[in-house]
């Protein structure tokens, strides 16, 4: 017999995910502990568990992945032999649909960079980004830019393929500047006071290592300058003695403002303390798919009729129930850095957001992960 940790250990799978397929009546173990209800397995399902997390990967579908296990433990090989056909022509039939789709996509942007190429010379451009020929010089809270980046920090991206999602927008605008970042799967803005840029819309795009370089000037409750020269931003300190410099990074950022304009959800406030005690010792389940930017562990959002979030069990569905990656809500409770923090759930579909009640222009989104089902 092998613990559940051990069949962990052994199958790739992790123990959250042992435990879901057991509710799922998946890869159910073959004795459970009436007493304490710990999971423990043959030696045989230890193969079973290894071939579950290879199907996993190639995003068979649960009620498929059912039968394979079932024919394998038969020795029915034409039967698992017929469902990996199928699913293998389904992702190939998908990967041409794709193509197809991106194809027709990449012909869309090739007649939207003629037009915009051949539109420049009689549109005037109202956002300057950091370029030849851009100056500025601003004074920032030094405090309020180190909550500002703080709060965005932990959304910073990290795929190599994507070099545009490794940096913090600083977008001044109106006598603010906001930062902003993310990596797709979880975005944040917040703000801090500037003053002493009157021209348009400026965006900057500065790389994480120097960002996090300026944050580590902010050590005192005083003003700083944030000067512009071209594709090179600095941050000094009031009294000029420490600097950090740097050149942004040549991309363009998604347009963020877009991003953030969900329709209004149920806004629901968290004892912050007492929802991460919840969170790190409350029921999980795996992600369905990886590409959902949750391979780790998920819990499951759901607004009661008293007006709380409660976390959902495996097998007590509902509807109306969000899936966040566990991780990354843990990252954004706490770069919320407040006791009570708003929650804001809408469809399962939609992002959820993270907002501080005394600040609705600092929040963070995270993009939900489909459940298992």
Known sequence: ?????????????????????????????????????????????????????????TGMPLADIRLVLAGWAGADTDLVRGLLRAHLLRLEQGLSDARTELSAIRALLDRRETLMSTSTSTTTNTTAHATAGTTARLTVSGPELAAALDAVRFAVGSDPALPVLGGILFDIEGGALRVVATDRYRLAVARAGAAGHSGPRLQLLVPAPLADAMRALLSEDAPVLLAVDGDRVALETESADRQAAGRCLDHEFPDYRRLVSLPAGRRVPVDVPAFRKALENGPVRPAEREQDG????????????????????????????????????????????????????????????????????SFSLLMPVRLEG
């Open 294 to 361: 949750a391979t780790g562990d998920v819990s499951v959002l759901r607004v009661t009729g008293e007006g709380t979030v409660s976390l959902g069990a495996d097998g007590d569905d509902d509807p109306a129930d969000v899936g966040l990656n566990r991780a990354f809500l843990l990252d954004a409770l706490a770069a919320g850095a407040r006791d009570r923090l708003i929650l804001e759930l809408g469809a399962p579909k939609a992002p959820v957001a993270i907002r501080r009640p005394d600040d609705e222009e």
């Open 1 to 57: 017999m092998r613990s559940i940790g051990e069949t962990a250990l052994d199958s790739g799978l992790s123990v959250s995910a042992l435990r879901f397929y057991d509710g799922a009546g998946v890869l159910v173990p073959v004795r459970v502990d009436p007493a304490s209800g710990y999971r423990w397995y043959g030696p045989e399902q230890v193969e079973e568990a290894r071939l579950l997390a290879r199907l996993r990967r």
